[in-house]
């Protein structure tokens, strides 16, 4: 084996040493080919016959173990090449390899082997199940896998066709060619399919290749017919006709009706209904929905509806259901089911059963009539029962009977009685009916009043108050009703007036106070009568003995009365009634009313009074909320005779009444707008106010419709118009629009708001913006030159010029600058949100070829970042606290403030150090508060740091020290305030002696103890202004002294002191801080009354003119303004924000040398005031005119003929017009001409012969 190995080795290796030697020999190629499925040693060729002389031996360049080794046989002496095996071309369908002979030469040799119809077509499965909608169209496409041959060329699946020759008239193949040869197949619908007809059919497909004779393969296709829904209900009859009776049950059935449909499942599932729109309204018959059968619903009425048509359909339940209607008619069958009707009408003046006892016989009481729907023509007999004989029927007709008086009537004797009518009829069996009423006998006064005795004797204290009772009197009528009813009265006498007596339940009262020293004894008669006509009446003694008791000083009812009352009440109505009572007598015990100051003296009020006598608080003058208080508090005093008083409060407010319509100011605006406008663009603001308040004064507004209101938009909160569509089209217009303004109550401004737009047009559209509004944000802290937003605009033109960009207004201060190409807007100077929160610009964008532009809004917010720590007003403060102070005393209150706004601004109050729990803070209204007694620990004092923290990241903060000195040498029993910080906020708006607040002390030993001897009063402190404030010494109310003004003080800070007598002169003291609220009583003021601008006249919009400047003493949203022009826009806009004046349309001095504009300013209060200006603008004149001849004809030519030959003749003055101030005049002569001269004052040309004269 070995030795074997060797020589194949070295057999190799001679034969490389060969080749290598002969490497630039013959290379020859050989091409064999042979069919597959030959047997065995089939001979393929000879390596020989490609070579140019005979060989000896061959070398193969393939192994043993290659794929050309396994299935061929090569000779290596002689060449041949013969199959090993029997060939595959499906496995493999080419050999190659390489053979080298002895002398060097090199052969490629290459075997194809060639293909048999060996394979037949085979389909993926040998059978298919296919779904065809019944509503699938002809020519209906359906894919199926085709059939796959193994052999190639025409051997390979070649056709497609039906075995079922019947089949043809419904579907056909088609068949093309597809990827790899494989030919794609679909089977086509030829005709339409119905699955009611036939719902399966199954086919035969079979494929056959080209071999010959040909291989085929087949596939059975089942294709399932899908019911569609296409075949509507069918009824079985198209009309129905039953009867049933009237007593029928609800719920008995009365028909069937029954429809078909051929459909399957849901499309053939059938729901019957009634069609309610076209029949039976009423519901009386129900159908059942699945079986067609009909109840019925209601109780039937032969008399109200004899005959009844349904309307029925039915309804499959498809996706698109198909319907079919049928009628059925239903007839009534009658029955005597109905019993006689009694009506009764009385013929008493009310209506009522009732009959006077004063009635005489033969008097008619009651008609009776009776009806019976069952019975036509047929009698009724009807009979009377009851009424003791005092009461008969007489026939009147033959359904007709009146009641009459049979006897005489007593009420007295019986005023009551029961009467039965019966009415029977004849029908089978027969039916009666019977109505029983109580007929009433009415009374008649023949009875008079009867007291229990004639004369009554009673006693009262003289310190009863005044309306005290004394009697109840009952006198006894036996008549009824109002000959019943027993009014009382006091007969005349000069003592009436002490005593009262209630009309309706004779209740005697005292209507004075009693003073048995002046009186002892009260007589006088009481009269009772009742209420017939002529009335009677009868009469009883009284004698009242007056019992005397001791003196009392007066006594309010309340201490504290809540009104409230609607402005514009009339003058001299009373809405209040304060009552105090004296229990004294007449000399003490008659009490005045009158309005106090608080402080011992009497006081008026200029819009109520009160009645001295009555307490009756009143309106003396017209109460209108929208101009004055909204609140108003009175201190009234009631003083009797002796000096004695007592006061009472009465707080009034004062409710607004929907009494103001919305106002325009102005009523009307007139702007100018350029026909390019976008979308988008804000056109102008109305405004309206309402002098009411709350839902009354909020305002919204309205666009009336109109010929081209469409065009335009309203925001109904604001009052901004805005374009919604393009002006183009309309070219240069004139468009007026409506607008309403209504209040939360409904009312509707008087006038509308009358806007005139006048629609500009020019010959050159303007580069465009995309937008007619941006919104940028940028923090604070960005750098100078930080961009903040990119604008952009389109050139609508085919213009390649590029577009240009500029801030007309709306940047007063220059912070921030627009690249002129890029648009891209950056920030010149740094950026404080504290200073400007925001920037309002406006943006124009140009070309240079054009005079005309657009303009767009961009709102540029400034975001507030934590650059400012929250600051207290100092940096410490002390207080002094008594050692008896109780635990929940507010002691202190922090404020500091932080000028960042959101989060960054909201400020948290801390302790750095609690000082063992004896005080809290409020972390949000930063109320320093006592936790725990001081009494236990003898501390002589307490130092507190107070941290007031932002809420912005990361956080900022400062400190406030608070030095807390604690009195220990405080008595045991000693005053002290409710709380040591008085903190109240109050409007400007409010008078003078309006209450404000109260500040109360107690003792801090013996809480049985009265307080009503501490004294209060005010004391001022030090770097504060005066205060405009007093304090009541007992009460420690405290009042304005003076009118408030926000603007010239918002905060007041001082002390009250309270002392008591009775306990050493000992004192407390608390701290009050008034904060006083801005309301809006400052109108916005111009820095001038007249403006006076000027700007050069041209061919392009000037921009910024100037501006315009108004201040608002005011604060918050009563100091935010807003700038308005009143008269036409056309040339002209302002800023709405900053007051900026912009010239948009290019000016023409020769056509208007002057403008006169006039603007509103208006600030955000409630109402809103305003104040105008006028500004003149001067347009100054540039030299864009040359001089031009007046008269001359369009030759530019004159022929003058001179008769006369005078030297310096006048020929002709050729009058010459020029808007410049200077006009040199000359003259150009033809050569050769004759002399003339011309007179540069009046332009005349002196010439002597005739002369053609160009000019």
Request: net charge negative; with cysteine.
């Amino acid at each position: 084996m070995g030795c074997k190995d060797a020589s194949a080795s070295l057999l190799q290796t001679l034969v490389l040493s060969l080749l290598c030697a002969q490497s630039l020999g013959q290379v020859f190629n050989l091409t064999l080919s042979v069919k597959e499925g030959l047997p065995a040693r089939t001979i393929v060729g000879d390596l020989g016959a490609g070579l140019s002389r005979p060989s000896t031996g061959f070398f193969i360049s393939e192994s043993r173990d290659s794929y050309v080794f396994r299935d061929l046989e090569i000779d290596a002496d002689t060449g041949i090449i013969s199959t090993a095996v029997v060939l595959d071309r499906e496995s493999r369908d080419k050999y190659e390899f390489v053979a080298a002979t002895l002398t060097g030469e090199m052969i490629k040799v290459t075997i194809e082997v060639k293909d048999v119809n060996d394979h037949s077509p085979v389909f993926p499965s040998e059978q298919v199940e296919l779904e065809i909608s019944e509503l699938s169209p002809p020519g209906s496409r359906f894919q199926i896998e085709g059939a796959k041959d193994q052999d190639e060329g025409e051997f390979g699946t070649q056709g497609y066709r039906i075995t079922e020759s019947e089949m043809s008239d419904l579907f056909h193949l088609d068949y093309r060619s597809g990827p790899e040869n494989h030919l794609n197949l679909d089977l086509v619908l030829n005709n339409k399919l119905d699955r009611e007809a036939q719902d399966l059919y199954t086919l035969t497909i079979e494929a056959f290749d080209g071999g010959i004779p040909a291989r085929t393969g087949t596939l059975q296709v089942n294709i399932h017919v899908l019911d569609e829904n296409d075949n509507p209900p069918v009824f079985n009859q198209t009309e129905y006709h039953t009867s049933v009776r009237e007593d029928a049950p609800v719920m008995s059935a009365v028909c069937q009706v029954q429809a078909t449909d051929y459909d399957l499942g849901d499309n053939g599932r059938l729901t019957y209904e009634i069609n309610r729109r076209q029949s039976d309204p009423n519901e009386v018959f129900s159908i059942n929905e699945t079986t067609g059968v009909v109840y019925l619903n209601k109780p039937l009425d032969f008399e109200t509806q004899a005959f009844h048509e349904l309307i029925i359909s039915a309804r499959d339940n498809g996706v698109q259901p198909e319907y079919s209607s049928t009628f059925v008619g239903v007839r009534v069958l009658n029955i005597n089911d109905n019993s006689p009707t009694i009506s009764v009408l009385f013929l008493s003046d009310t209506g009522d059963a009732v009959v006077s006892e004063s009635a005489a016989v033969g008097d008619y009481v009651a008609r009776i009539s009776v009806s019976d729907p069952d019975l036509e023509g047929e009698r009724i007999t009807v009979t009377l029962e009851g009424g003791d004989g005092k009461f008969t029927l007489k026939q009147t007709d033959d359904f007709l009977y009146a009641l009459c008086v049979n006897s005489e009537l007593d009420r007295e004797e019986k005023d009551l009685y029961e009467l039965k009518v019966q009415a029977s009829d004849f029908g089978n069996p027969p039916l009666s009916s019977e109505t029983v009423f109580l007929l009433k006998v009415s009374d008649m006064n023949d009875c008079y009043p009867v007291f229990e005795k004639d004369a009554y004797l009673i006693s009262i204290s003289e310190d009863a108050p005044q309306g005290s009772s004394l009697i109840q009197f009952q006198a006894r009528d036996a008549d009824e009703g109002a000959n019943s009813e027993v009014r009382y009265s006091i007969l005349k006498s000069n003592q009436d007036s002490l005593i009262d007596i209630d009309p309706e339940s004779g209740l005697v009262a005292t209507a004075a106070a009693l003073d048995r020293e002046t009186q002892m004894e009260i007589w006088f008669l009481v009269v009772a009568a009742d209420g017939g006509e002529p009335a009677l009446s009868s009469t009883a003694t009284v004698t009242v003995l007056v019992e005397d008791v001791n003196d009392n000083e007066p006594v309010f009812e309340q201490q504290l009365y809540n009104v409230s009352i609607l402005e514009q009440s009339d003058v001299g109505s009373c809405f209040l009634q304060v009552v105090a009572t004296d229990a004294d007598s007449p000399e003490f015990g008659t009490l005045l009313y009158s309005l106090s100051d608080g402080f011992d003296k009497q006081a008026t009020h200029p819009l109520f009074q009160i009645n001295p006598h009555t307490g009756e608080l009143c309106v003396s003058q017209d109460i209108d909320r929208d101009t004055g208080q909204t609140v108003h508090d009175i201190l009234i005093k009631a003083e009797d005779p002796g000096g004695l008083s007592a006061q009472t409060y009465v707080h009034i407010e004062i409710e607004d009444l929907n009494d103001n319509a919305p106002v325009f100011s102005p009523e009307e605006y007139t702007v100018s707008i350029s026909s390019h406008a976008q979308p988008g663009t804000e056109i102008v603001s109305v405004i309206a106010t309402d002098r009411d308040s709350g839902r009354f004064g909020q305002v919204t507004y309205d666009l009336l419709p109109g010929d081209m209101s469409t065009l335009f938009s309203l925001d109904k909160q604001t009052g901004m118009l805005l374009l919604t569509s393009t002006l183009t089209h309309l070219g240069t217009a004139n468009v007026k629009l409506l607008i309403t303004a209504q209040d939360g109550g409904g009312s509707i401004s008087v006038r509308p708001a009358e806007v005139t737009i006048n629609v500009l047009r020019s010959a050159q559209a303007p580069a465009v913006f995309q937008r007619s509004r941006y919104a940028f944000t940028v923090p604070e802290d960005a750098p100078p030159g930080t961009p903040v937003g990119t604008v952009q605009a389109i050139n609508p033109t085919d213009s390649m010029e590029s577009v240009s960009y500029r801030i007309s207004s709306g940047d007063p201060q220059s912070l921030f600058s627009v690249h002129p190409k890029l648009g891209l807007i950056t920030n010149l100077k740094p950026l404080d949100h504290e200073s400007q929160s925001y920037a309002l610009l406006v943006l124009q964008s140009y070309t240079d070829a054009s005079p005309v532009y657009s303009t767009t809004q961009v709102n540029i917010t400034v975001a507030d970042v934590n650059d400012n720590a929250p600051i207290f007003p100092k940096h410490s403060d002390t207080i002094t606290v008594s050692q008896n102070t109780r635990p929940g005393t507010v002691l202190f209150i922090a404020h500091a403030h932080d000028y960042d706004s959101g989060a960054n601004g909201r400020v948290q109050y801390y302790l750095k150090s609690r000082e063992n729990g004896v005080f809290v803070i409020d972390h949000n209204l930063g109320t320093v508060t006592l936790n725990e007694s001081l009494e236990m620990d003898h501390q002589q004092g307490y130092k507190l740091e107070i941290v007031a923290k932002d809420e912005g990241e990361p956080s900022l903060s400062s400190t406030l020290t608070l030095s807390v000195n604690v009195d220990q040498t405080t008595a045991e029993d000693s005053l002290a305030f409710e709380t040591l910080i008085y903190h109240v906020e109050i409007g400007e708006g409010y008078r003078k002696d309006a209450r404000v607040i109260q500040a109360r002390a107690h003792r801090t030993r013996g809480a049985h103890i009265s307080n009503s001897g501490i004294i209060y009063s005010l004391e001022g402190e030090p770097g504060f202004p005066l205060v405009p404030f007093r304090i009541h010494p007992k009460t420690g109310w405290l009042y304005l002294s003076a009118n408030l003004d926000y603007e010239t003080e918002s905060k007041y800070h001082f002390r009250v002191l309270a002392t008591e007598a009775s306990l050493s002169n000992t004192s407390a003291m608390a701290t009050v801080t008034v904060l006083v609220l801005d309301i809006n009583d400052n109108a916005p003021v111009f820095s001038r009354d007249v403006y006076y601008f000027t700007v050069l006249e041209g061919s392009s919009p000037q921009g910024l003119v100037g501006t315009v400047k108004a201040v608002d003493k005011d604060s918050g949203k009563n100091s935010q303004l807003s700038y308005l022009l009143l008269s036409d826009g056309k040339f002209f806009r302002i800023n709405a924000k900053t007051g900026e004046i912009i010239n948009w349309v290019a000016l023409d001095r020769e056509q208007y040398s002057q403008h006169s504009l006039k603007v509103m300013v208006t600030d955000q209060g409630h109402p809103r005031l305003n104040a105008t200006a006028i500004v003149h603008i001067l347009i100054a004149d540039i030299n864009d005119n040359a001089p031009q001849f007046t008269y001359l004809p369009a030759s530019k030519e004159l022929n003058v003929q001179v008769r006369t030959m005078r030297l310096h003749h006048n020929v002709m003055q050729l009058l010459m017009q020029s808007k410049a101030v200077l006009i040199n005049y000359s003259y150009i002569c033809a050569p050769n001409c004759t002399c003339f001269s011309i007179t540069f004052s009046c332009c005349c040309l002196l010439m002597h012969q005739e002369m053609h004269l160009s000019l």
